[in-house]
């Protein structure tokens, strides 16, 4: 058997080589490296792939400040997020001197628990901020009621989610991040698109928010050496866009073999011990970004794993309202407790295009050895 990886980023780019090679060596022959060539090609695809406006930039966490600045969000004003994501969601609020105020996440699927949400709005709230994390969206359609009752943005952390349907109860599809007003990707190498370094994207389906939007991601420039607001400098480079714009081709492809997968694992480790396998909700696919079980024995099973060659991940170890960073927002241990007994209880199984049946059943049947062995 070959060696079991968490991901595996060079066997998925070797099944895709000679295209992703040649469009390296074009961007090299252009010269066309920075917002032009494949840059805007790119922009362009994914904005088909998606229907939406999209305006790429440096990274997911820029994409995240470019959203606040482009909503006019000032000093002082509330986000509503989660603890149980990734640092860069709160992390840019903060930076820009909003505050990030939490509620819970949701013990089964691990997004934002709307049902906590409307108890922390005030007259300083401006946005709601869930995060699709792992690759399946949150509750959207109450996030957006919501909002509307409120007057609130929504911003869409898509950044684990590229790909995901959302699907709404009058039938209605739309992808994870065209949803809200403004949605933030990222293309970093894990991620569900990912380039051979940095990258992100801003979404919007608002044509005057977008081109504020690509204003700012470029110094806040209106005509050549004209600048109409304050901005920031976040681009994509058209290397990664190439590559990007390539992978792009391949990502329905490999949302389905994700997907298997995920089905395979289901279909082997529902009902072992006290295992529990992600839940799936009826609005949503699932992309699978992470395979994330639960369990108490979470320590002890990653350690068992570890000792048969299999890679796990934690995501994540800590909320971030327990982070030393957060500690000025105030919060206290058992403020969240859905969040701090995830972090506890979560465990990323491996999850990539390149895993074949014998590292798959291998897989599931350490898991049983280990629930056997008590
Ligand atoms: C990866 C990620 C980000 C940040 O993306 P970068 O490109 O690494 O800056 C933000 N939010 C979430 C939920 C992420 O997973």
């Keep these: 058997m070959k060696t079991i990886h968490f991901s595996d980023l060079y066997g998925e780019y070797l099944t895709m080589k000679q295209e ?25 695809e994914l904005g088909k792939y998606l229907t939406t406006n999209v305006i790429a930039c440096g990274n997911g966490t820029d994409a995240l400040q470019i959203a606040f600045m482009a909503l006019g969000l000032q000093p002082g004003d509330e986000v509503i997020t989660t603890p149980f994501t990734f640092v860069s969601t709160v992390e840019t609020a903060a930076l820009m001197g909003l505050k990030p105020v939490f509620a819970d996440a949701d013990p089964d699927n691990f997004n934002i628990d709307v049902s906590q949400v409307e108890k922390r709005i005030t007259p300083r709230t401006k946005a709601i901020l869930p995060v699709h994390l792992f690759g399946q969206c949150a509750n959207m359609e109450a996030i957006l009621e919501l909002a509307k009752k409120h007057g609130l943005f929504v911003i869409e952390d898509a950044c684990q989610a590229l790909g995901t349907d959302y699907h709404f109860s009058d039938g209605r599809k739309q992808k994870a991040g065209t949803i809200g007003d403004i949605g933030c990707n990222s293309f970093f190498p894990s991620k569900n698109l ?20 690509r204003s700012i991601a470029n110094h806040g420039m209106k005509a050549k050496y004209e600048y109409e607001r304050i901005g920031v400098n976040s681009r994509l480079d058209s290397i990664q866009a190439a590559i990007l714009g390539v992978k792009l081709l391949y990502l329905d492809q490999k949302i389905e073999k994700l997907q298997k997968t995920a089905e395979f694992y289901d279909a082997n480790l529902e009902g072992i011990g006290d295992l529990k396998v992600p839940a799936r909700m009826s609005y949503s696919t699932h992309t699978f970004h992470q395979y994330t079980i639960q369990t108490e024995k979470r320590d002890e099973l990653q350690e068992f794993l570890k000792s048969k060659g299999i890679p ?15 500690t000025f927002l105030g919060y206290k241990k058992g403020d969240f407790p859905v969040s701090e007994r995830l972090s506890q209880t979560v465990l990323s199984l491996p999850m990539h295009t390149e895993l074949d049946e014998e590292q798959l059943e291998y897989i599931v049947k350490s898991i049983k050895e280990f629930y056997l062995k008590g």
């Design 20 to 44: 992703v090679d040649e469009a390296i060596a074009e961007v090299i022959r252009s010269t066309h490296f920075v917002k032009s060539g494949k840059v805007l090609e790119f922009e362009s």
């Design 194 to 213: 990912g380039a051979f370094g940095d990258g992100g994207a801003v979404f919007s389906s608002n044509d005057e928010l977008a081109s504020i939007i």
């Design 312 to 326: 796990s991940m934690v995501y994540y170890p800590k909320p971030l309202h327990l982070q030393e960073a957060y």
